[in-house]
Nanobody, 115 residues
């Protein structure tokens, strides 16, 4: 069973930056899409950004111009560079990897934006 390992969350002041990483285990093959979702307290999980194996990138309107998704296929890793962070970006961020046969989720990493 493949696994995702997330890292990079933490506490940051408004206007600050963070970089999240998500490494897919070596037994995850034929990746079609890698992305990030988030869930704030009392709210439903929402889409943040995604990157397909053809290079198509999509962002939620709320993060466009502030967040950048990228990947390193050699490392089976997806990144989320977050800048100009706002208190409303506070949430648990989940990595998601979609393959031909499976849909994987990470355990989540907490991002808190507060002064």
């Amino acid at each position: 069973q493949g696994q995702l390992a997330e890292s990079g969350g933490g506490l940051v002041q408004p206007g600050g930056s963070l970089r999240l990483s998500c490494a897919a285990s070596a037994n995850i093959f034929n990746i079609y899409r890698m992305g990030w979702y988030r869930q704030a307290p009392g709210k439903q999980r929402e889409f943040v950004a995604q990157l397909t194996n053809s290079g198509t990138i999509n962002y939620a309107d709320s993060v466009k111009g502030r967040f950048t998704i990228s990947s390193d296929s050699a490392k089976n890793t997806v990144y989320l560079e977050m800048s100009s962070l706002k208190p409303e970006d506070t949430a648990v961020y989940y990595c998601n990897v979609l393959t031909i046969t499976n849909n994987y989720w990470g355990q989540g990493t907490q991002v808190t934006v507060s002064s």
